[in-house]
């Protein structure tokens, strides 16, 4: 993607590209992407039966088909056939003009790379855990949407997971391999530079013809007391039989914690309030299965079903889920529109502030 030439974009280009060879190359892209959503809360949802209802207009990164976001991509050859590569991204969000990611400078992405055709790739920088993409791939439309089983809800104002998905992480060296017939390993490792955060990750994605299937484990580790948590074990597949797709995944979580550090699960709380009171929960197990169905040559129609289980150390447990459907529809040129619809059902339903959520929205891209 890129922006149409204009003065302005035109300079920086030229800036970026300095005395760049013919083989050389620099890019800036961008992406906005906004919609409207009402969120239909339970009725316990604030523990005191007194349930609202709110129409939000917010950024893609919160339900959309993609956060809002613009960056430069530069690619060098080297000698002895390597590739010297960099890509810059930062959040924005568009319906207030703040900058996401918590107002960090390039807050998506920010890494430079060294690859190499059949040895495989080196990232080194901020950059999206290994998980993202395998939970992506198990979900109508890829982890967006109304159907994105990876969307946090709100439970008496506590924040839950569904999937637990922390998206990205700091001080990443990522190696890739290159293709063996179809699969393909990584592994990630990143140093949280305190004694509590270290953040460690590894994939394997089989791909051939119609059929996808992908798999990763993800953890932390305390330097001081040497213990794991946060392990978070994702697998997903999806298969193509032309008239429609088959998508499902399944991720289980032990040694759940809610401290802040590099790849973890901070901005969560684990304690859970439904029917039979409130508890910590250390683990979380749950499923999805869906279905996209292009219609005409324009629209995609997904559905999915999501279903997330909190456990105690105790054996106390509370689910909740959400049936979901959505429609994106083509304009062209990297514009689309879409709706969606979703309800949530499982135990903790009526004590959660997204218990009915509808939306519609529009993404673009240059």
Do not use: C
Not at 83 to 111: C, H, K, S, W
Not at 323 to 328: E, K, P, S
Not at 344 to 357: H, M, N, Q, R, W
Request: glycine residues 14%; neutral net charge.
């Amino acid at each position: 993607m890129q922006f149409k030439t204009k003065p302005l974009v035109a300079l920086t280009l030229i800036t970026l590209a300095g005395v760049a060879s013919a083989e050389d190359s620099v890019k800036m892209y961008g992406l906005l992407d906004i919609n409207l959503s009402n969120y239909s809360a339970g009725d316990l949802s604030n523990g005191t039966g007194a349930a609202g209802n709110k129409l939000v207009l917010q950024d893609g990164v919160t339900n959309g088909l993609n956060g809002s976001r613009w960056g430069i991509k530069a690619q060098k050859d080297l000698n002895a056939g390597l590739t010297i590569g960099a890509q810059l991204e930062a959040g924005v969000n568009v319906d207030n003009g703040a900058a996401g990611q918590g107002g960090l400078a390039f807050g998506r992405q920010i890494f430079v790379s060294l690859a190499k055709e059949g040895a495989g790739e080196l990232r080194i920088g901020r950059q999206y855990v290994l998980s993202d993409s395998v939970i992506g791939m198990g979900n109508p439309f890829g982890n967006a949407l109304v159907t994105n089983p990876t969307t946090k809800v709100t439970d008496v104002k506590n924040a839950l997971p569904y999937f637990l998905n922390p998206s990205r992480a700091d001080n990443v060296l990522q190696y890739q391999t290159p293709s063996f017939s179809g699969l393909t390993a990584a592994i990630q490792a990143a140093p949280g530079e305190t004694t509590s955060d270290d953040f460690y990750g590894v994939r394997a994605v089989y791909a051939s013809g119609p059929l996808n299937i992908g798999g990763s484990y993800e953890w932390n580790k305390d330097r001081t007391t040497s213990n794991n948590t946060n392990k978070v074990v994702s697998l997903s597949a999806n298969y193509n039989f032309g008239s429609f797709k088959l998508l499902g995944g399944l991720q289980n979580t032990t040694d759940f914690t809610t401290t802040a550090g590099n790849g973890t699960a901070g901005g969560y709380l684990n304690t859970v309030t439904g029917p039979s009171g409130a508890f910590a929960f250390t683990k979380l197990s749950g499923y999805t299965l869906g279905a996209e169905v292009p219609v005409g040559t324009a629209d995609v129609v997904g559905v999915n079903y999501t279903l997330m289980t909190y456990e105690s150390a105790a054996g106390a447990t509370a689910n909740v889920g959400k049936i979901a459907a959505a429609v994106r529809h083509d304009l062209g040129k990297d514009t689309y529109v879409y709706a969606g619809v979703s309800t949530a059902v499982g135990d903790l339903k009526d004590y959660i502030s997204e218990k009915t959520v509808v939306q519609l929205g529009l993404r673009t891209a240059f």
